[in-house]
């Protein structure tokens, strides 16, 4: 493979962006926010007022502000209190492989797009790939997982305090935490949707920190175990089939005896194919 690849794109956003996009106000609150994006299973949401753009809000943004303020009163907040400001965006017409580019450069995972001042799509790493991964990166010989992961990722242990795994996550802003034994051997990954499901709402996890530092809960709780793993040796085309077929972000890559040598998203793959 080569990273000419990349020029079978299609030419323009239009062709892989979503026409079907949820948004919230500016004046709506925090707390609907929060709910619009749990029910919609969706990490951004773009800020309208009067059709036009003016913010862009993230569910790491959210965590973020909470832990700056009291509960109720950041769930009152309004969104323009929390949200992105100016938010960089890219027009319909626009070349597909210059913001697929930027956005593996920059490390950032959606683009409004707009025509003049009236958002019209989003435009999603994740969404590129899908479309396009295969054909890219199908060839199995040429360029390795390794040339591609992040080394020596962030990791927990499957007996560290779920409040541990809250903190590292949002501090950090991952969503995807390797939990591994002692040989540092990979036994489970928490996501920020495993912590959703054992703990609901993550703002108000967070708001009950006190209870949540003293009970007994740790990451084996909320750990998926025997997770989708990749080797470091493993050709693109694999990491590809492994992020596309299940339905995943990111997966943990190991060395031939199962210890954790980095992690690899679909972002680092953009970043690679776009000579990011």
């Not at 027009?91 to 003049?116: F, I, T």
């Not at 199995?140 to 990791?155: I, K, W, Y």
């Amino acid at each position: 493979m080569t990273r000419g690849h990349a020029r079978e794109l299609p030419r323009r956003v239009r062709h892989e962006m979503t026409r079907k996009i949820t948004t919230v106000t500016p004046d709506d609150d925090v707390a609907l926010a929060l709910q619009m994006m749990l029910w919609s299973a969706i990490r951004h949401l773009p800020v309208v007022e009067d059709g036009k753009l003016v913010g862009l809000v993230t569910d790491h943004d959210l965590l973020v502000q909470r832990r700056a303020t009291d509960h109720d009163g950041h769930l009152r907040r309004n969104v323009r209190d929390v949200m992105r400001r100016p938010v960089k965006t890219v027009h319909p017409e626009d070349d597909l492989r210059s913001a697929a580019a930027w956005m593996s450069a920059s490390r950032v995972h959606c683009l409004p797009v707009v025509d003049g001042e009236t958002l019209v799509g989003i435009l999603t790493g994740s969404d590129i790939l899908a479309e396009h991964g295969r054909p890219w990166l199908e060839p199995r010989q040429g360029p390795h997982v390794a040339d591609v992961m992040t080394r020596s990722p962030l990791a927990l242990r499957s007996d560290a305090r779920l409040f541990d795994v809250v903190l590292t996550t949002v501090r950090e802003g991952i969503r995807h935490l390797p939990i591994v034994d002692g040989e540092r051997c990979v036994v489970g990954i928490v996501t920020d949707r495993d912590l959703r499901v054992v703990l609901g709402d993550p703002i108000h996890a967070l708001a009950r920190s006190e209870d949540l530092d003293r009970d007994e809960l740790t990451a084996a709780h909320a750990m998926t175990p025997r997770p989708v793993l990749v080797r470091h040796d493993a050709t693109l085309g694999e990491l590809a089939r492994a992020l596309l077929e299940e339905e995943v972000g990111a997966v943990p890559v190991v060395d031939s005896d199962r210890r954790l040598v980095g992690i690899a998203s679909y972002v680092d793959l953009l970043r690679f194919v776009f000579d990011a």
